[in-house]
């Protein structure tokens, strides 16, 4: 057979040439190779079906095909274009739908052609330097949303990385969109589509898909700082009551934005995130999507705490008042209640104050006993616990570690450990013997590298944390509690060289170590 005719490019088939010539368009014969033995088996059985054992011979017809390839993409875009402009004129010259809607079906047909090229790296140069990526930017600003939707599921399909894709290729495809402002376009775009109907609430969740293509691939571009708008979009979205799609894709993008700069909210924007998770407070989730949902809106509030003008937003928003009033609820988010909680006083002496100027130890402590730590979701009970465990940890540590030596607010969180019959030390040792036994094992066949490493996913971390509050107990002012600490020492056979030397493992360098005779 020497022709098959097809007015669509339906891939690269061996032994034959797309191409355009007498007989129309369609699959020609290629006569500048050996003739096969059955060319009709081949048209049949497609690409790659009869392997040809001549490496040179079969590399010059991948170059033939490439370059069929590339011709028919070269043809598809300038087609784009002229139905785009043909679609202007129909539109410019009449206001009746039924005089311009066959422009609009002409290139609607046409961009959904390019879905035929998608993972095609040797069209990325093409698809560039024919303007293609500029037609589909203003194609964006269409009024039809049919057309806008096309065109975000064929820029998602190639703005999604590629493995097969050599990576400099696809960087400079990615920079050409990013100089010819598509991420404007698509921010701005996200406020115009009306998510109360199936079109806008799709075309908003294609438009996230690109906006996450685009800052997954630039990690060094700092998106909110150039386009502010989309911060405050996204902080509004997770906002909205019902749980859906949008809201989920919405959480993901903002949690990973403002984990990856320092990110300064005004205090609207935090005022909104914290009425956010106060809606959340009793919620039940209903599914994994939610779960996660919640989590990375959550989440997304530790990574702003780790800025020092944010504390003090969210202190003067009183965000530590409202997060001990969900953690006393117990209901699905109030583990991460308690991460909040403790990245809002970390290094921060004027927020640990308030938190304990508010009543934090009443609510704190009971969690340290592990008093009233199940949670209204057995699935995730042994997860949330430990995210507790080590979040009271870290509030603890950080008191101690931040408070003022001769403040009330110090001798007050001291004297939680000494109130009683000292059981809250009985404790803090339960812990420390336990994490102890996870931090030191059998080294043998490890190098230094697997060794931390092993220590920690065990939580080294916390075990730090664990140590310095003993050490704090030690050199404080109360002998009764620091000669109990020597007693459970004693009794547990423990040593306080051992202490030491986590202590300098974990190169934690405090001043109240220095006052400890060990």
Known sequence: MNFVGSNVFQGRKEGYIYSTREQGIGYYQDYKRKPEADDNSILEQGIGSNQE????????????????????????????????????????????????????????DRIRKLKLYVGDAIVLADFVKNGLHGTLIELLSHPNHDIKKDVLEALVDFLEIDPGIE?????????????????????????????????????????MEAIECLVDFKSSLDVFSVHPTLKSYLIGRVGVPEYEANKLYASEILFSLVSKGTHVVSSEEMESLLLTISKLRKVCPASMEEEECIANIFNSIVSLLMITENQSTFQKLEGQILMLKIIRHRAFCYPFATKILSQSIESNPTCAQFLVSVGGLKTIFPLFMEKGMKTKHAKKSAEHKTMVSESILSI?????????????????????????????????????????????????????????ERRLDSGWEYFGYI??????????????LSKYIDTLFYQNRLEYSQLKESMNELRLDMEALKKVNF
């Not at 990013?178 to 799709?202: P, Q, R, W």
Request: net charge negative.
């Open 53 to 108: 054992s001549n490496q040179d011979t079969k590399r010059k017809r991948e170059a033939v095909d490439e370059e069929v390839v590339v011709l028919t993409f070269i043809q598809v875009c300038k087609s784009i274009q002229k139905a785009a402009t043909d679609n202007i004129v129909a539109r410019a010259t009449t206001s009746d739908p039924a005089k311009f809607m066959e422009s609009e079906l002409v290139l609607d």
């Open 167 to 207: 990576e400099s290729k696809y960087e400079q495809f990615i920079d050409s969109f990013i100089e010819v402002g598509l991420l404007k376009v698509l921010v701005s775009n996200l406020g115009i589509f009306d998510e109360a109907t199936v079109e806008g609430s799709h075309c908003v969740y294609r438009s």
């Open 396 to 452: 603890l540590f950080n008191l101690f570690q931040c408070l003022d030596k001769d403040s009330i607010s110090y001798r007050r969180t001291l004297r939680k450990f000494a109130e009683g019959s000292m059981d809250k030390c009985d404790r803090l040792i339960e812990i420390y013997i336990d994490y102890r036994a996870k931090m030191y094992f059998s080294t043998d066949g490890l190098d230094p590298e697997q060794v931390y």
């Open 467 to 480: 140590s310095a509050i003993i050490v704090y107990l030690i050199q404080s002012n109360d002998i009764s």
